[in-house]
């Protein structure tokens, strides 16, 4: 089993940054995957960014330029920085793992609001 614990959501106004973080706790080991998905109102979850363990990574096409999907040196933390947010940002942010035999995890989530 793996845990997952996201924090760093808040309210921010347009334009603004925010970075979130997430730290995995329990069976880790060998070459994993590490990311963030996002559900905003009335939308189904979607891909964000991922990040492998050799950080390779990939974002969603509305955030590349924008957000910055980054891993601990331990490899057991992934941080979602967020930069220029804009209200469509606006969603509950879960962060995603994926074990070298496919098993998915997800958190909680920390909600992330862009308002003025």
């Known amino acids: 089993q793996v845990q997952l614990a996201e924090s760093g959501g808040d309210l921010v106004q347009p334009g603004g940054s925010l970075r979130l973080s997430c730290s995995a706790s329990?069976?880790?080991?060998?070459?994993?995957?590490m990311g963030w998905d996002r559900q905003a109102p009335g939308k189904e979850r979607e891909l964000v960014a991922r990040?492998?363990?050799?950080?390779?990574?990939n974002y969603a096409d509305s955030v590349k330029g924008r957000f910055a999907i980054s891993r601990g040196r331990s490899g057991n933390m992934v941080y979602l920085q967020m930069n220029n947010l804009n209200p469509d940002d606006t969603a509950v942010y879960y962060c995603?793992?994926?074990?070298?035999?496919?098993?998915?995890?997800w958190g909680q989530g920390t909600q992330v609001t862009v308002s003025s």
């Open positions: 990040i492998t363990t050799d950080k390779r990574t």
């Open positions: 329990g069976i880790i080991s060998g070459g994993y995957v």
């Open positions: 995603y793992f994926r074990t070298f035999f496919s098993k998915e995890y």
